[in-house]
């Protein structure tokens, strides 16, 4: 079956702009989750789903990150403002129920680079 | 002190070798341990979970040491094919699903 999918792949933008990034979870899966990975580094968890409802923000850096999932399906991960720290591979993933022990799938990644 | 640390490597073995990545985590409360692969430019996957027990799967065995707070992860038998990074993945106890990984030991095998 399909799998997690993000778009767009890439995304170049200039310093201040506002983006949009969008995921697919995989069709059924309740729990959706934000990460961030930058070179170098493991993925660093943003933000978390439960249906619509963000169940942990903990991880958003600051005002300028936000994450919606008006439908309990689709999220959309938006920054506005965009800073050359920003520049990252954002990851979403999903996952059935959210429970500690589902495996969560992970999409191919937002590569999103500021100028 | 970062909550999960891991030797970055890289790691160059023959094909053929066996090898050993070990993980340290900070939070002595964690619940649940993984290890994911990474290859370049491609998303993480689920290689394996990591029981307190103990847990094989072919020629990868994971073991934990609660006591210590650490998870290794062992290949035996290495292809060119497990070229990749490996992620060791902690979850921290009372948050739902949030992962905490490390940041990844570089694994290159060699003919």
């Known amino acids: 079956g399909a799998g997690v999918s993000q778009t767009p792949s890439n995304k170049v933008t200039e310093k201040g702009k506002y983006v949009e990034l969008r995921c697919d979870p995989i069709?059924?899966?309740?729990?959706l989750y934000w990460y961030r990975q930058s070179l170098g580094q493991g993925p660093e968890f943003l933000i978390y789903?439960?249906?619509?409802?963000?169940?942990?923000d903990s991880g958003l850096p600051n005002d300028r990150f936000f994450a919606v999932r008006p439908e309990g399906s689709v999220s959309t991960l938006k920054i506005q403002r965009t800073e050359r720290g920003d520049s990252a591979v954002y990851l979403c993933?999903?996952?059935?129920?959210?429970?500690?022990?589902?495996?969560?799938?992970f999409g191919p990644g937002t590569r999103l680079t500021v100028l | 002190r970062k909550e999960v640390e891991q030797d970055p490597g890289p790691f160059n073995v023959p094909e053929g070798a066996t090898v050993a990545f070990n993980c340290t985590y900070s939070?002595?409360?964690?619940?649940?341990f993984f290890w994911y692969r990474q290859d370049c430019r491609k998303e993480p996957k689920l290689l394996m979970s990591?029981?307190?027990s103990g847990n094989e799967d072919g020629r990868f065995t994971a073991q934990l040491n609660r006591a210590s707070q650490y998870i290794s992860l062992l290949i035996r038998d290495s292809k060119l094919s497990d070229s990749a990074t490996y992620l060791c993945?902690?979850?921290?106890?009372?948050?739902?699903?949030?992962?905490?990984f490390g940041t990844g030991t570089r694994l290159q095998v060699t003919l």
């Open positions: 990591v029981y307190s």
């Open positions: 069709s059924g899966h309740t729990a």
């Open positions: 939070n002595s409360a964690s619940q649940s």
């Open positions: 789903f439960q249906g619509t409802g963000a169940a942990d």
């Open positions: 993945v902690v979850n921290p106890t009372g948050t739902a699903s949030k992962l905490t």
């Open positions: 993933a999903s996952s059935l129920t959210g429970l500690r022990v589902d495996t969560q799938y």
